[in-house]
Nanobody
Framework: QVRLVESGGGLVQAGGSLRLSCAAS????????MGWFRQAPGKEREWVGA????????YYSDLMEGRFTISRDDDKNTMTLQMNSLKPEDTAVYYC??????????????????WGQGTQVTVSS
């Protein structure tokens, strides 16, 4: 059984920074694509970014405007999301997710098999 647990969420003022962490346990999933999603109230869950299994390179949604950075530590089976210059519109529940196969796509939500419970990020104006 794969478990993904997010941490690091909280309340931050606009312009501030926050770092989220995702810890994986139960089975090694670092071989596969892992990514971050977020969901604001009343909106669909959207892709934030991911580390593609093939090149181990992070890719990001343009909606993040270059303000976010994803890193992975395969030895510890963890992944972080560094968020800078936060805006109120970044307020959402942030989810860590992992695929379970070597898919050629890292954006599609339906290709992610494992999900964490999410961590709340609130950015005040």
């Amino acid at each position: 059984q794969v478990r993904l647990v997010e941490s690091g969420g909280g309340l931050v003022q606009a312009g501030g920074s926050l770092r989220l962490s995702c810890a994986a346990s139960g089975r090694t999933v670092s071989r596969y694509t892992m990514g971050w999603f977020r969901q604001a109230p009343g909106k669909e869950r959207e892709w934030v970014g991911a580390v593609f299994w093939r090149d181990r390179t992070p890719y990001y949604s343009d909606l993040m405007e270059g303000r976010f950075t994803i890193s992975r530590d395969d030895d510890k089976n963890t992944m972080t999301l560094q968020m800078n210059s936060l805006k109120p519109e970044d307020t959402a529940v942030y989810y860590c997710a992992s695929q379970a196969d070597f898919y050629p796509d890292y954006v599609r939500r339906d290709l992610y098999a494992y999900w964490g419970q999410g961590t709340q990020v609130t950015v005040s104006s």
